[in-house]
């Protein structure tokens, strides 16, 4: 087997690149290595989510493609900034500026040969690319006296949106970059798609923003008390558990049996409470006023005569949406998609609706003319 390296008919200078590329390799591998796990580690201190992190080695074909074309141009291995390559690939555009603060606070950046791609577009132009930072491992960062060279090489950090990502994907597969290659009503085509994907950039970075800051008003909202202006939904209902507003009931019903109180999510509930028409936090707040005495008369029914000292603390809120139910002519079929709701669709459920139905019977307010 021949082993020989190949020859790709580069003049003695770009060969003796080459050449050094080749002895490099180890390091480059390396330097990718650690280059990987550093922007894992910091975006996942940093609490931010990404499509994905991905490293390469430029490949021995590429740099010598690339030597033919501008070899000239290098003095040494070392300018060439790009033999090693991370791409971070986030959901939104704000999170480019995001994980560039990061990447500038643990490297070194070479602001001389960085450059941000986004602002090189004219105006009637609606191509745009990624964020490239070229940078270093400082000390540090990573330090190993028996090989100082990671230290020096250059490296390149890409950084872009998914659709960003795709634009990029597609020029480069369509051969668009030259924008002399594609004929012209395909090239028309082709800035049709950039300017669609720009726009969905945009507004999915609206959209977010738009839903952040609902959220904020409808958490303080609900912390307020003002629960007539709040909407009913998970992002609302949540911030309204957060209060504990069924703490109140459920400890009342641990004390029948001296019970203790197991903690359990009553956001499951909230599709019933949907089902059942409820809009706006104040509806949730008005049923566990007007129904808050009946859903412990309820318990007391259930759990009166019984041994059973655990109980899980959303059964103050299941008990006051049973209460709801009866009061409002659900009765067992209420009952049943209450249940089908919460657990799926089980035969269990007709028999459980029906033992709640006979515990409620003689209860006040199952005779009360509502």
Known sequence: MDDAPKDYGLDLHCTLIL?????????????????????????????????????????????AGKLELKGAKYRTLGDITDIVGARVVTFYSEDVDKLSSLVEKHFDVDWGTSVDKRKLHALDSFGYDSLHYICRIPESVYKDSSCPAINTIPFEIQMRTVLQHAWATISHDAGYKSGIEVPKEHLRNLNRLAGLLELADEQFSNIRSSLNDYRRKAHSLVESGKFDEVLLDGDTFKSYLELKPFDFLIKKIAMINQAEIQRTSAMPYLKVLKELGFNTIADVEKMKVECGDDAYQLAVSQLGGTDIDIIVSSVAIQDLITVYILRNGGGKKGLERMYEILVGQSSYNAVRARQVIEAAASLPFMRRDF
């Open 19 to 63: 050449e050094e590329y080749r002895e490099m390799l180890p390091v480059f591998n390396k330097v990718r290595d650690i280059v990987l796990d550093q922007l894992r580690k910091t975006l996942d201190e940093a609490g931010l989510i990404v499509s994905n992190v991905v490293g390469r080695i430029k490949s021995e074909e590429s740099l």
